[in-house]
């Protein structure tokens, strides 16, 4: 495996305060073979001298970084997302350690390029919120001291570029440690938006047909989200899924219109 397999996985920074940090990791992504910045509603200036100072000789990533107004934007075209986090989840989701669960993202070795991947951040102050985490399939939490567990961004940064390298430049150091995920040719996985498509159909229905109530929709769905995250479904399975609930929510109207 090459660096160039580095090259689908999308750095996502979900709203970063400090231009210092996001030039130290335009600078990491370099120092690691990856060239893909995603900045989510950023309240820095990723151009600005201090970003530049900071990226030294990888200024060309800031310039290449994209800026979208949402997580979801940032995540268009992905079929997998890996978040980081220390939070406590409301649904028991498995913390996963960064060297198991980042090689993930690189899918079949020897599908390099057709997959499409994310690596998500949260801001500085705050990290990610329970309702951006929906957004990711898999969880990982960086071992540190109970003392003091928070990161520096840029340091929880720089910590899972490295460990997505030595997968990338020497498989055979990190093979003892990898855990078994299923292989599939990433031209049969499903987009992140095609599903973020199905779970806002599914929630429409389910709260049409009185299942979901307003005050238990984030839990109940947080549930299907990990059901179908396990699943890994086709484009073709989920507009199966998306026609069933059309279906349904048709079968309903014509059945409340009959006199």
């Known amino acids: 495996m090459t660096e160039t397999a580095l090259s689908h996985i999308r750095i996502i920074l979900v709203e970063p305060a400090g231009a210092l940090n996001v ?9 690691m073979g990856l060239c893909r910045m995603v900045l989510v509603n950023p309240s820095c200036d990723p151009l600005s001298a201090e ?3 900071m990226a030294v000789h990888a200024a ?5 970084a994209e800026i979208v107004p949402t997580l979801p934007d940032a995540l268009k075209g992905c079929q997998r997302a890996i978040a980081t986090t220390v939070r406590t989840r409301s649904v028991e989701t498995p913390l996963e350690h ?3 669960a980042l090689p993930w993202l690189l899918g079949d070795t020897t599908e390099v390029g057709l997959l499409q991947s994310a690596l998500i951040f949260g801001s500085e102050d705050r990290g990610l919120s329970n309702e951006e985490l929906k957004y990711a399939q898999r969880f990982v939490c960086i ?5 003091y567990q928070s990161l520096n961004l840029a340091q929880a940064v720089a910590i899972c570029c490295y460990e ?7 498989p055979n150091l990190m093979i003892n440690e990898s855990v078994s995920v299923p292989i599939q040719n990433p031209e049969l996985l499903a987009s992140l ?4 498509g199905y779970y806002q159909n599914l929630e429409e229905l389910l709260l049409k047909i009185g299942y979901l109530h307003p005050h238990t929709v984030s839990s109940r769905m ?3 989200r990990r059901l179908l995250n396990r699943a890994y479904p086709a484009p073709a399975e989920v507009a199966m899924l998306r026609g069933i609930l059309r279906q349904v929510a048709w079968a309903i109207d014509t059945e409340r219109k009959r006199p």
Request: glycine letters at 2%.
């Open 23 to 31: 030039g130290s990791i335009a600078r990491i992504l370099k120092n």
């Open 51 to 53: 970003a530049r100072q």
């Open 60 to 64: 060309d990533l800031l310039e290449a």
């Open 98 to 100: 960064p060297r198991t």
């Open 143 to 147: 071992p540190s001291s109970p003392v």
């Open 164 to 170: 997505l390298y030595q997968w990338v430049s020497q």
């Open 193 to 196: 938006d095609d599903l973020e």
């Open 222 to 224: 947080e549930k299907f």
